[in-house]
């Protein structure tokens, strides 16, 4: 019965969904919902979030990812594959985050190959290791950026962080 309650629920709130994302069509609610009855098959996303690499530079006291033994990286062709997928699935966003993005050596590639395949980019980044390069490619292929400062001062969000980055 409470499963049947919730499920109910999520059905009346479709218009609250497409008021929050209006371009989100209404059918992608509807099959996402049919999942959830267990009427359907998955529906597949419409956004991706993709950690290209899990190495960071910051120290965020909220978070010990930089500690993390070293791990394999996807290749540049690894994730051309996945941009394949994931057009197939008329997937329309894609953020690249990680770790820092920024420090996975095919980074900007990767942007001209998102934003090239008619994906909606963003990045996710403490925003350390910017290269000019890198700030150029950002502001042309991509529709936003998040730098991910989580405290009011340097000595609370990162210990490697300067707190000349407040100042700006």
Do not use: K
């Not at 980044?125 to 400062?149: C, D, K, P, Y």
Request: charged fraction near 15%; charge should be negative; hydrophobic fraction near 45%.
């Amino acid at each position: 019965m409470a499963d049947s309650v919730s499920l109910s629920m999520l059905s009346h709130s479709q218009d609250l969904f497409r008021s929050v994302l209006p371009n989100l069509p209404a059918d992608a609610v509807e099959r996402a919902l049919s999942w959830l009855r267990r009427e359907g098959p998955y529906p597949a996303p419409i956004s991706v979030h993709l950690n290209l690499t899990l190495r960071c530079t910051a120290r965020c006291v909220h978070c010990n990812q930089w500690a993390w033994p070293a791990h394999t990286e996807l290749s540049f062709e690894q994730i051309s594959d996945l941009i394949r997928v994931f057009r197939t699935w008329n997937v329309r966003t894609v953020t690249l985050a990680g770790g820092n993005p920024l420090l996975h050596h095919d980074f900007v590639p990767m942007l001209e190959l998102a934003h090239g395949n008619g994906l909606q980019v963003g990045v996710v980044t403490e925003g350390l290791n910017l290269t000019t390069e890198m700030v150029q490619a950002i502001g042309r292929l991509t529709s936003w950026v998040r730098f991910s400062l989580d405290g009011p001062t340097a000595t609370i969000t990162c210990a490697s962080l300067s707190t000349a980055a407040w100042a700006l």
